[in-house]
């Protein structure tokens, strides 16, 4: 059992931004499919949670993303985003040897 605990305090920094990151992400993909029954300033309390959860990822992806673009799918283009960082910071991780590595399948 000292095994299982070692993996999750071992690579604490990796989990904490692949799961942040894909909270983030599910949840603006949430907010937009929600976005698409209810008007924006509606009182439901997950479509209220949905927008304090990611307001501050969509401010930072509408403050870079071009005017062309529709804000009704700014949380769609803020998901790509967050999947997009989830996936380079990975990477980031795995080439610093701070990411679990995919070895020593079942037998």
């Given at each position: ?8 305090w ?10 942040g ?9 949430g ?57 380079v ?10 990411a ?8």
């Amino acid at each position: 059992m000292a095994a299982q605990s070692d993996f999750f305090w071992s690579y604490l920094p990796y989990w904490v931004v692949a799961y942040g990151l894909a909270i983030v992400g599910w949840t603006c993909i949430g907010r937009f499919l929600m976005s698409a029954f209810l008007p924006p300033d509606h009182p439901n309390y997950i479509f209220r949670w949905f927008r304090q959860l990611t307001g501050w990822a969509v401010w930072l992806t509408d403050f870079i993303t071009p005017r062309f673009v529709n804000p009704r799918f700014m949380p769609l283009v803020t998901a790509f985003w967050a999947f997009a960082l989830r996936y380079v910071a990975h990477f980031a991780f795995a080439v610093n040897g701070m990411a679990p590595a995919l070895n020593g399948g079942a037998s």
